[in-house]
């Protein structure tokens, strides 16, 4: 502590001294001093102060002095990133600031107030200067209830015979809060000095200079006040004890000077402290404090436990303090805090001290906590870090095991203020040496608000990020964004789960994890924790169930068995004592029934490995199926995998009879899977409904289930259907598997159906099925390898194919799902009616389709078309190509050669004779208006080739009749779009072309030429 003068301690003042001694200071190198500017660039995190603090500008007395405080904003034209007071930046500079105690909008409230009836923590980060025993003077963190409230300040007082007293605010060794008188050597007059400090108060001292050295010069000039001593810390009070451990308590000076050394960049010039104070709950004349000093980086991270400069050191004694020194009022708890500061002292270097503000308790009072939890033991796990302070502690209380499900928490509590925290950035740095990977419902943890039970929201592993912690190292982060923290919402939990993972080692090994690096940012809230350090050991006791112990069908009447073998992974020796086992049973469905068994299990001394054998009395489960989860633990609190057993009980035996056992596809219908269930001795059944369950395995291990729930019919029946039975043609194969109908099951290869009846919880039984389907390649072939005409981008298109399986299965009607693709278009799937009957051998499977089904490019002559076929079991055929030509003007006729009805000269009478057949006669035309006429001469007698009386005639629907001789039209069309016209199809037996004759020819064949003349109309 320092001031211009002597000082002694009031038994008014409590003053703790937070000073660092120059005794056997050991040799430094001198580093290269920052500037304040780099120190404030360099600022770690705090809290906006807006108008939560007051000070005087100028304190009265025989003279006046400046206030050399000042408030610097973040921003603007200020380095600082946060809000920083300065409390000095010059020489013979002193300063104070204080809480403003009552609300500048309602003085009827309180505002940034300190409560002795309440535990409390002011926490931030400090700068005095760059060099250690040079840099003046220092901060003190103060409390008092000083009848001057905020012009309270250490003043220098002299007495003068002649002249008016000295009396004003002291700079130098004081640090603004002592008092100080001319004697430079002993006191005898504590009042003197104590008279001029901060009156009821309490100090805690940040000194970077020690005040050691003696005043030289004459009686006079010291008289006259031309010269001031600097002997503030080695003073000797009237016992002849030097004041350093007179005034000082007894734990002396909490420092070295290696506090104060490290200032090579701006960043090492900050030191953080935490100053707590907590009521006795018995007595409340007292209070006790305790402070931690230089506990954590400048970004924040907690330096390991065992290197905190804290007082006390033993967190079973603190610190206690007589609050009857600050003469309260009856019923005062609030009194005034704050800080003071100075400059000055002989030798020493005048610069900045500068405070960041952290945490207030009145302003804003939250409470931050993290955890480990071990979800696998069950247990919560201490905090290695924090080990010294417990040095009884067991290994097992900090170690959890390889493989073990963990759980870590954060928590912040809002427990009072006069503000909300703001919305709070949390940046959690996450412990190695664990896998963090989402559970079944992709979580990896969860945020909760209490206030708001629905309020739960989720984490997901794809939040993880890479960051660097403090050790260099790469840890796995996440940037939350947390809701703000008020009276309306108090208290907010991040838990992150994770698993043990210890590094791979064939010995065995304990690993320890170091404790990881957590932020909190927000406007009136900012702070840092640390997540618990442990132990990993690489040990685990492994058990497993006997073979035929595993799944047992019992009876109702009978005890059971669950026996199995327990050894540790590394081979280690069991110690003798007995293990524990533990019994979890569950019903069918997965749900606890609540019942639970322990059994002790004794080990050999030194054996590697252990059997068990866990005995469940008869009738201590009902009729039913169970899963009885059993794990073991050892005395270390080792705790083993957890296995299953699966138990039915039964009165009687279930019996299912399928029909076949195995079945052999031939073709691609549903499998009609039949056969009978019933109860040995042919009982009633138990329960009005059965539950019957079908679990389809497929080649690949895909594995399909359908149940049916029903009343009790004594039948297995359900249809299984192909894997691709029900697709339809908007959807791909490929899509369509990702989530086929849930009875398209079958697929090709060995299925193996597992049947599983239930008489509701009293009995079930199983049997499986084996259905085999062939796994074929299914080919096409085109049978032409000519090009292909089409009349327009919608006309007609033939395939001309033939389908083989290339074995003895058959193809059933609209089983396969074409898919065409145009030159490089999307693909187009449609459904073929091919075949239209069964067919079980290669077979012509050729099919029309219109241009605009399979999409044909109207702006094209020329199209490539690639096409190939599935079957309800997803087989795919090979591709085939079709090149069509797109015309864009068509006109022609299909014609044959065609008869006339024998004539019968029975029956024989004059007039017309009919077509004999099917004359398929057909225009084909595309943007094409047409005209046909028919011309024919008179029937040649064949033998003879001469003309005979026979002659064709074009008779119309109105039964007019015109000789081909004249050349009669006989059909047009004006439609332009593309079109097929059957004209034989329109004419019945009594019209269109007939053969005319009026008298019975003679015996023979008849020959002729009809000319077509077809031409397009305008």
């Given at each position: 502590?320092?001031?211009?003068?002597?000082?002694?301690?009031?038994?008014?003042?409590?003053?703790?001294?937070?000073?660092?001694?120059?005794?056997?200071?050991?040799?430094?190198?001198?580093?290269?001093?920052?500037?304040?500017?780099?120190?404030?660039?360099?600022?770690?995190?705090?809290?906006?102060?807006?108008?939560?603090?007051?000070?005087?500008?100028?304190?009265?007395?025989?003279?006046?002095?400046?206030?050399?405080?000042?408030?610097?904003?973040?921003?603007?034209?200020?380095?600082?990133?946060?809000?920083?007071?300065?409390?000095?930046?010059?020489?013979?500079?002193?300063?104070?600031?204080?809480?403003?105690?009552?609300?500048?909008?309602?003085?009827?409230?309180?505002?940034?107030?300190?409560?002795?009836?309440?535990?409390?923590?002011?926490?931030?980060?400090?700068?005095?200067?760059?060099?250690?025993?040079?840099?003046?003077?220092?901060?003190?963190?103060?409390?008092?209830?000083?009848?001057?409230?905020?012009?309270?300040?250490?003043?220098?007082?002299?007495?003068?015979?002649?002249?008016?007293?000295?009396?004003?605010?002291?700079?130098?060794?004081?640090?603004?809060?002592?008092?100080?008188?001319?004697?430079?050597?002993?006191?005898?007059?504590?009042?003197?000095?104590?008279?001029?400090?901060?009156?009821?108060?309490?100090?805690?001292?940040?000194?970077?200079?020690?005040?050691?050295?003696?005043?030289?010069?004459?009686?006079?000039?010291?008289?006259?006040?031309?010269?001031?001593?600097?002997?503030?810390?080695?003073?000797?009070?009237?016992?002849?004890?030097?004041?350093?451990?007179?005034?000082?308590?007894?734990?002396?000076?909490?420092?070295?000077?290696?506090?104060?050394?490290?200032?090579?960049?701006?960043?090492?010039?900050?030191?953080?402290?935490?100053?707590?104070?907590?009521?006795?709950?018995?007595?409340?004349?007292?209070?006790?404090?305790?402070?931690?000093?230089?506990?954590?980086?400048?970004?924040?991270?907690?330096?390991?436990?065992?290197?905190?400069?804290?007082?006390?050191?033993?967190?079973?004694?603190?610190?206690?303090?007589?609050?009857?020194?600050?003469?309260?009022?009856?019923?005062?708890?609030?009194?005034?805090?704050?800080?003071?500061?100075?400059?000055?002292?002989?030798?020493?270097?005048?610069?900045?001290?500068?405070?960041?503000?952290?945490?207030?308790?009145?302003?804003?009072?939250?409470?931050?906590?993290?955890?480990?939890?071990?979800?696998?033991?069950?247990?919560?796990?201490?905090?290695?870090?924090?080990?010294?302070?417990?040095?009884?502690?067991?290994?097992?209380?900090?170690?959890?095991?390889?493989?073990?499900?963990?759980?870590?928490?954060?928590?912040?509590?809002?427990?009072?203020?006069?503000?909300?925290?703001?919305?709070?950035?949390?940046?959690?740095?996450?412990?190695?040496?664990?896998?963090?990977?989402?559970?079944?419902?992709?979580?990896?943890?969860?945020?909760?608000?209490?206030?708001?039970?629905?309020?739960?929201?989720?984490?997901?592993?794809?939040?993880?990020?890479?960051?660097?912690?403090?050790?260099?190292?790469?840890?796995?982060?996440?940037?939350?964004?947390?809701?703000?923290?008020?009276?309306?919402?108090?208290?907010?939990?991040?838990?992150?789960?994770?698993?043990?993972?210890?590094?791979?080692?064939?010995?065995?090994?304990?690993?320890?994890?170091?404790?990881?690096?957590t932020s909190y940012k927000s406007d009136y809230y900012n702070n840092d924790v640390m997540s618990y350090g442990f132990m990993i050991t690489n040990e685990r006791l492994q058990i497993a169930a006997d073979k035929d112990s595993e799944t047992q069908k019992?009876?109702?009447?009978?005890?059971?068995?669950?026996?199995?073998?327990?050894?540790?992974?590394?081979?280690?020796?069991?110690?003798?004592?007995?293990?524990?086992?533990?019994?979890?049973?569950?019903?069918?469905?997965?749900?606890?029934?609540?019942?639970?068994?322990?059994?002790?299990?004794?080990?050999?001394?030194?054996?590697?490995?252990?059997?068990?054998?866990?005995?469940?009395?008869?009738?201590?489960?009902?009729?039913?199926?169970?899963?009885?989860?059993?794990?073991?633990?050892?005395?270390?609190?080792?705790?083993?995998?957890?296995?299953?057993?699966?138990?039915t009980v039964t009165k009687n035996e279930l019996i299912i009879t399928p029909d076949k056992t195995d079945i052999t596809v031939n073709d691609n219908k549903p499998v009609d899977l039949t056969g009978s269930y019933k109860y040995s001795d042919n009982a009633?059944?138990?329960?009005?409904?059965?539950?019957?369950?079908?679990?389809?395995?497929?080649?690949?291990?895909?594995?399909?289930?359908?149940?049916?729930?029903?009343?009790?019919?004594?039948?297995?029946?359900?249809?299984?259907?192909?894997?691709?039975?029900?697709?339809?043609?908007?959807?791909?194969?490929?899509?369509?598997?990702?989530?086929?109908?849930?009875?398209?099951?079958?697929?090709?290869?060995?299925?193996?159906?597992?049947?599983?009846?239930?008489?509701?919880?009293?009995?079930?039984?199983?049997?499986?099925?084996?259905?085999?389907?062939?796994?074929?390649?299914?080919?096409?072939?085109?049978?032409?390898?000519?090009?292909?005409?089409?009349?327009?981008?919608?006309?007609?298109?033939?395939?001309?194919?033939?389908?083989?399986?290339?074995?003895?299965?058959?193809?059933?009607?609209?089983?396969?799902?074409?898919?065409?693709?145009?030159?490089?278009?999307?693909?187009?799937?449609?459904?073929?009616?091919?075949?239209?009957?069964?067919?079980?051998?290669?077979?012509?499977?050729?099919?029309?389709?219109?241009?605009?089904?399979?999409?044909?490019?109207?702006?094209?002559?020329?199209?490539?078309?690639?096409?190939?076929f599935t079957d309800p079991y997803g087989r795919k055929t090979n591709t085939e190509s079709f090149n069509l030509s797109i015309l864009s003007y068509a006109l022609e006729l299909d014609f044959n050669n065609y008869r006339f009805q024998t004539i019968d000269?029975?029956?024989?009478?004059?007039?017309?004779?009919?077509?004999?057949?099917?004359?398929?006669?057909?225009?084909?035309?595309?943007?094409?208006?047409?005209?046909?006429?028919?011309?024919?001469?008179?029937?040649?007698?064949?033998?003879?080739?001469?003309?005979?009386?026979?002659?064709?005639?074009?008779?119309?629907?109105?039964?007019?009749?015109?000789?081909?001789?004249?050349?009669?039209?006989?059909?047009?069309?004006?439609?332009?779009?593309?079109?097929?016209?059957?004209?034989?199809?329109?004419?019945?037996?009594?019209?269109?072309?007939?053969?005319?004759?009026?008298?019975?020819?003679?015996?023979?064949?008849?020959?002729?030429?009809?000319?077509?003349?077809?031409?397009?109309?305008?």
């Amino acid at each position: 502590m320092k001031h211009q003068g002597t000082k002694y301690k009031s038994f008014l003042l409590i003053m703790f001294f937070f000073t660092l001694m120059t005794f056997f200071m050991p040799s430094t190198t001198v580093q290269a001093v920052p500037s304040d500017d780099d120190v404030l660039k360099a600022a770690p995190s705090g809290m906006k102060l807006g108008n939560l603090f007051e000070y005087p500008t100028t304190y009265t007395g025989s003279k006046t002095v400046n206030n050399s405080v000042q408030v610097r904003t973040a921003g603007g034209s200020n380095p600082n990133p946060v809000d920083v007071i300065q409390m000095t930046n010059g020489d013979k500079q002193v300063s104070s600031i204080w809480g403003r105690k009552t609300n500048p909008d309602d003085s009827s409230k309180d505002y940034n107030y300190f409560d002795l009836s309440k535990e409390q923590t002011i926490s931030g980060w400090i700068y005095v200067g760059p060099t250690y025993n040079v840099s003046g003077d220092g901060i003190t963190l103060v409390l008092q209830n000083d009848d001057n409230g905020i012009n309270a300040i250490g003043r220098y007082h002299k007495d003068n015979l002649l002249l008016s007293d000295d009396d004003y605010a002291a700079s130098g060794e004081s640090l603004g809060v002592y008092g100080s008188t001319d004697s430079q050597f002993t006191t005898t007059d504590p009042s003197q000095l104590s008279s001029s400090a901060i009156q009821n108060s309490f100090a805690l001292e940040f000194d970077s200079f020690r005040n050691d050295s003696v005043v030289t010069g004459s009686a006079i000039d010291l008289a006259m006040g031309n010269i001031k001593d600097s002997y503030f810390d080695n003073l000797l009070d009237s016992q002849n004890t030097a004041e350093t451990k007179g005034q000082h308590v007894a734990w002396s000076y909490p420092a070295d000077s290696g506090t104060y050394e490290k200032t090579a960049t701006g960043k090492d010039a900050w030191h953080h402290f935490s100053f707590t104070y907590k009521p006795d709950t018995d007595d409340s004349n007292y209070g006790y404090i305790s402070y931690v000093y230089n506990d954590r980086e400048n970004d924040g991270t907690v330096k390991p436990y065992r290197t905190w400069d804290k007082r006390p050191r033993d967190s079973d004694s603190p610190i206690k303090i007589d609050l009857r020194k600050f003469n309260l009022k009856d019923g005062q708890t609030k009194i005034r805090w704050g800080f003071t500061s100075s400059t000055g002292s002989p030798n020493s270097t005048p610069g900045s001290n500068d405070i960041i503000v952290e945490k207030i308790p009145s302003v804003l009072n939250v409470l931050d906590q993290s955890g480990l939890y071990d979800v696998t033991q069950g247990r919560n796990i201490k905090d290695l870090d924090h080990r010294a302070a417990n040095p009884t502690d067991d290994d097992k209380d900090y170690t959890v095991d390889d493989g073990d499900k963990l759980a870590f928490t954060y928590n912040l509590n809002y427990s009072s203020g006069i503000t909300g925290t703001g919305d709070i950035k949390a940046k959690i740095q996450l412990p190695q040496n664990v896998l963090y990977q989402n559970d079944d419902n992709n979580h990896i943890g969860e945020i909760d608000y209490t206030d708001d039970p629905n309020s739960k929201t989720y984490i997901d592993a794809s939040q993880l990020s890479t960051t660097t912690n403090a050790e260099g190292d790469d840890v796995q982060t996440l940037n939350l964004d947390l809701s703000a923290l008020s009276e309306k919402n108090t208290n907010v939990k991040v838990t992150i789960y994770g698993t043990a993972n210890a590094p791979t080692s064939n010995t065995l090994k304990t690993t320890t994890v170091n404790p990881e690096h957590t932020s909190y940012k927000s406007d009136y809230y900012n702070n840092d924790v640390m997540s618990y350090g442990f132990m990993i050991t690489n040990e685990r006791l492994q058990i497993a169930a006997d073979k035929d112990s595993e799944t047992q069908k019992v009876k109702l009447s009978d005890d059971f068995n669950l026996t199995g073998t327990a050894k540790y992974l590394m081979s280690s020796k069991f110690n003798g004592d007995d293990l524990s086992a533990y019994g979890e049973i569950y019903d069918k469905d997965g749900n606890d029934t609540d019942l639970k068994s322990t059994w002790t299990v004794p080990v050999a001394k030194d054996s590697t490995t252990g059997d068990f054998s866990l005995n469940i009395p008869k009738e201590t489960l009902d009729v039913g199926t169970y899963k009885i989860k059993v794990h073991l633990t050892d005395s270390n609190d080792l705790v083993s995998n957890t296995i299953t057993y699966n138990i039915t009980v039964t009165k009687n035996e279930l019996i299912i009879t399928p029909d076949k056992t195995d079945i052999t596809v031939n073709d691609n219908k549903p499998v009609d899977l039949t056969g009978s269930y019933k109860y040995s001795d042919n009982a009633d059944f138990q329960d009005k409904n059965v539950t019957k369950t079908y679990e389809i395995t497929n080649a690949n291990g895909t594995t399909h289930k359908l149940t049916q729930t029903m009343a009790h019919d004594k039948k297995i029946d359900v249809d299984l259907k192909p894997i691709a039975y029900d697709q339809s043609p908007d959807q791909t194969l490929s899509d369509y598997l990702k989530n086929p109908k849930s009875d398209n099951v079958l697929a090709e290869g060995k299925n193996v159906v597992k049947i599983t009846v239930q008489d509701g919880t009293y009995a079930s039984a199983e049997t499986t099925v084996n259905i085999n389907v062939p796994k074929l390649s299914p080919t096409i072939t085109k049978t032409t390898s000519n090009g292909i005409n089409v009349l327009g981008p919608t006309g007609k298109v033939h395939f001309p194919i033939d389908f083989s399986y290339g074995s003895d299965y058959t193809l059933n009607p609209n089983e396969l799902i074409g898919v065409f693709t145009v030159d490089q278009q999307d693909p187009v799937s449609l459904k073929i009616n091919n075949p239209t009957t069964a067919q079980n051998s290669s077979f012509d499977m050729s099919f029309d389709l219109a241009g605009n089904q399979i999409n044909l490019p109207s702006d094209k002559n020329s199209a490539t078309v690639t096409l190939y076929f599935t079957d309800p079991y997803g087989r795919k055929t090979n591709t085939e190509s079709f090149n069509l030509s797109i015309l864009s003007y068509a006109l022609e006729l299909d014609f044959n050669n065609y008869r006339f009805q024998t004539i019968d000269p029975k029956t024989f009478e004059a007039g017309y004779i009919k077509r004999s057949g099917d004359w398929d006669l057909n225009v084909t035309s595309y943007k094409a208006s047409w005209v046909l006429k028919a011309e024919a001469d008179n029937l040649d007698y064949e033998s003879t080739q001469q003309p005979s009386n026979l002659s064709m005639a074009y008779v119309n629907k109105d039964d007019l009749a015109t000789a081909l001789q004249s050349n009669p039209q006989i059909a047009k069309s004006d439609k332009m779009e593309a079109q097929t016209v059957d004209i034989s199809d329109q004419w019945n037996s009594d019209n269109g072309i007939l053969l005319k004759t009026n008298t019975l020819p003679k015996q023979g064949d008849y020959t002729g030429t009809i000319h077509w003349n077809l031409t397009e109309s305008l």
